[in-house]
């Protein structure tokens, strides 16, 4: 990615921005960040790593949990890493002059190269953040304009709901009064919240499910470890669309009889307790 654009627009002798230069550390998931700036117009700065860069984008008025509705995203010049960790006062005068505030940060994903994604114009995404989570999507606009333009919306996953990125300010470092009353405030009504809740999941009724199945009936659950189904010997693999094939491994089958989940693989084997699945068991 080239940074020749944001170099060329701050005086570092006069803007306390990093400089461009430090390559992405290698073996670490990519990173966004989210931030409040109050420049000329009030924005969100919208930014996600791919490669040794931040692309960016300016969301005048910041993500929305809605699917329905799509936010307008101008895409800007790219930003280097360390910007994810800026905040502060942009000097009167300079580029962007104004309050820098950060409200969001984390790792992203997506499936795919996502440079691929972006020449073609729909990038489809994940985000792992205090404030943004879930699936979106990056849609590159067709109107002609000055910046390409693109459409920032929410997936409809678990997490979709009506919050606004103005509902989830709280703990964000707000601007002086003088760069609120320049560039604007926001939603006039808002709620004010730290994290987006958890979506709430309702309980699946598996032995109802069970049930419905045919030649299913009710029993009690095994006393102990019991057999699961384990794979057979055989010359050759089975051909059709209807086979999935796997690495041979360990089996593991779980029975919950009450609050406390037990573990057995083939063998008769029980596992149980943290220090046979410690991150499930803390859980």
Same mark, same amino acid.
Do not use: N
């Given at each position: 990615?080239?940074?020749?654009?944001?170099? =060329?627009?701050?005086?570092?002798?006069?803007?306390?921005?990093?400089?461009?230069?430090?390559?992405?550390?290698?073996? /670490?998931?990519?990173? $966004?960040?989210?931030?409040?700036?109050?420049?000329?117009?009030?924005?969100?700065?919208? =930014?996600? /790593?791919?490669?040794?860069? +931040?692309?960016?984008?300016?969301?005048?008025?910041?993500?929305?949990?809605?699917?329905?509705?799509?936010?307008?995203?101008?895409?800007?010049?790219?930003?280097?890493?360390?910007?994810?960790?800026?905040?502060?006062?942009?000097?009167?005068?300079?580029?962007?002059?104004?309050?820098?505030?950060?409200?969001?940060?984390?790792?992203?994903?997506?499936?795919?190269? !996502?440079? %691929?994604?972006?020449?073609?114009?729909? +990038?489809? $995404? %994940?985000?792992?953040?205090?404030?943004?989570?879930?699936?979106?999507?990056?849609?590159?606009?067709?109107?002609?304009?000055?910046?390409? /333009?693109?459409?920032?919306?929410?997936?409809?996953?678990?997490?979709?709901?009506?919050?606004?990125?103005?509902?989830?300010? @709280?703990?964000?470092?707000?601007? !002086?009064?003088?760069?609120?009353? =320049?560039?604007?405030?926001?939603?006039?009504?808002?709620?004010?919240?730290?994290?987006?809740?958890?979506?709430?999941?309702?309980?699946?009724?598996?032995?109802? =499910?069970? +049930?419905?199945?045919?030649?299913?009936?009710?029993?009690?659950? !095994?006393?102990?470890? $019991?057999?699961?189904?384990? @794979?057979?010997?055989? /010359?050759?693999? !089975?051909?059709?669309?209807?086979?999935?094939? %796997?690495?041979?491994?360990?089996?593991?089958?779980?029975?919950?009889?009450?609050?406390?989940?037990?573990?057995?693989?083939?063998?008769?084997?029980?596992?149980?307790?943290?220090?046979?699945?410690?991150?499930?068991?803390?859980?």
């Amino acid at each position: 990615m080239s940074l020749l654009d944001y170099r =060329r627009k701050r005086s570092f002798d006069r803007t306390r921005e990093p400089e461009p230069g430090k390559p992405a550390p290698r073996g /670490q998931r990519p990173i $966004f960040v989210v931030q409040l700036h109050h420049a000329s117009r009030r924005h969100y700065d919208f =930014r996600l /790593q791919v490669g040794d860069a +931040l692309k960016s984008w300016a969301v005048p008025k910041g993500p929305s949990y809605d699917p329905s509705v799509k936010r307008m995203a101008v895409e800007v010049e790219d930003h280097p890493l360390d910007y994810a960790g800026f905040e502060g006062e942009i000097p009167k005068g300079e580029y962007g002059g104004g309050h820098v505030a950060r409200f969001d940060h984390g790792v992203w994903s997506t499936t795919g190269d !996502p440079e %691929e994604q972006l020449a073609k114009g729909h +990038l489809r $995404f %994940e985000l792992f953040g205090d404030r943004l989570k879930g699936g979106w999507h990056l849609v590159r606009s067709g109107k002609p304009a000055r910046q390409p /333009q693109w459409l920032l919306f929410k997936d409809k996953d678990a997490w979709a709901g009506t919050l606004e990125a103005d509902d989830l300010l @709280a703990e964000v470092t707000p601007p !002086p009064a003088e760069d609120r009353k =320049r560039a604007g405030s926001g939603k006039a009504t808002r709620k004010r919240l730290a994290t987006v809740p958890v979506p709430r999941t309702r309980r699946k009724d598996w032995k109802k =499910r069970a +049930l419905a199945l045919d030649g299913s009936r009710a029993a009690d659950a !095994p006393d102990g470890p $019991f057999q699961p189904q384990l @794979a057979r010997l055989g /010359q050759a693999a !089975p051909e059709g669309e209807q086979w999935l094939h %796997e690495i041979k491994g360990m089996a593991t089958a779980s029975s919950p009889p009450s609050r406390r989940a037990r573990c057995g693989c083939g063998r008769e084997t029980r596992w149980s307790g943290p220090t046979a699945f410690p991150r499930s068991a803390t859980r």
